[in-house]
């Protein structure tokens, strides 16, 4: 007969074959090589399973998708477990897809692992990132302050929100829409990620090289700007990405 495994990964099942040779199959169970009949470890482990107890399990599959080895170990998920929530400045994350154990968000000075299957929604000025390759890029390669909520479950984070609240580069690109009580938009050259566009209006106080620039004298920032651009400026943000 041939046997099968289903397992949950994010919010969705898949269900594999094992290998005809059932016997040929490597198990690792806890650290250690399952050295006992095959059969054994599923009467042994998987009949005894209960709706409260789960098992972390990595495949290895061949060509054919049947699978040809097995690392299991007990798990602490508890599908009821509550969500916890903690918020804070974004002070470290990695993600690498060979070694899950390398997923990551550090939150102030606290660390947390990442979930395979977290949510992101981060708002850049007036864009967004709902990726979490994206959040990295941005993260380590721009010089930019996020500020977050992450929401932990089962000691993972599932979801991550926030926004950027400071960011420093060079001033690139303006445009004024209403010089009497300015507005417009503006785009900062961040080193190491890219354009960030957002927006200003009459509340966001504009301070370059000493200068104060208002509806007097917005329009001749505009002309530095589309001129040779204006270096090493800081941008804050509030939560809408407007600048402040």
Do not use: C, H
């Not at 926030?162 to 303006?174: F, H, K, P, Q, T």
Request: proline letters at 1%.
């Amino acid at each position: 007969n041939t046997r099968s495994i289903t397992i949950e990964s994010g919010s969705k099942n898949f269900t594999y074959d094992f290998i005809k040779d059932f016997k040929s199959v490597t198990i690792k169970y806890n650290g250690s090589t399952w050295t006992g009949k095959k059969e054994d470890f599923i009467d042994e482990v998987f009949d005894k399973l209960t709706g409260s107890k789960y098992i972390d399990v990595e495949l290895t599959l061949n060509s054919d998708d049947e699978v040809t080895k097995m690392v299991a170990e007990s798990s602490t998920y508890d599908p009821d477990a509550e969500d916890k929530e903690y918020s804070g400045s974004i002070s470290g994350i990695n993600v690498d897809k060979d070694d899950k154990d390398e997923n990551y968000i550090k939150v102030g000075s606290k660390k947390y692992d990442l979930s395979s299957s977290v949510r992101v929604d981060i708002v850049v000025g007036d864009d967004d990132i709902d990726d979490i390759d994206d959040l990295v890029e941005l993260y380590k390669g721009g010089d930019a302050e996020i500020k977050v909520d992450v929401t932990v479950k089962n000691d993972e984070v599932t979801r991550i929100e926030g926004y950027v609240s400071e960011v420093e580069g060079d001033l690139e690109y303006m445009t004024v829409s209403n010089d009497r009580y300015p507005r417009g938009k503006m785009g900062i050259d961040v080193s190491g990620y890219g354009q960030i566009t957002f927006n200003f209006d009459e509340d966001t106080r504009i301070s370059i090289d000493g200068t104060e620039y208002d509806d007097i004298n917005i329009n001749s920032l505009k002309n530095l700007v589309k001129g040779d651009g204006v270096s090493d400026v800081k941008v804050k943000f509030d939560d809408d990405g407007l600048a402040t």
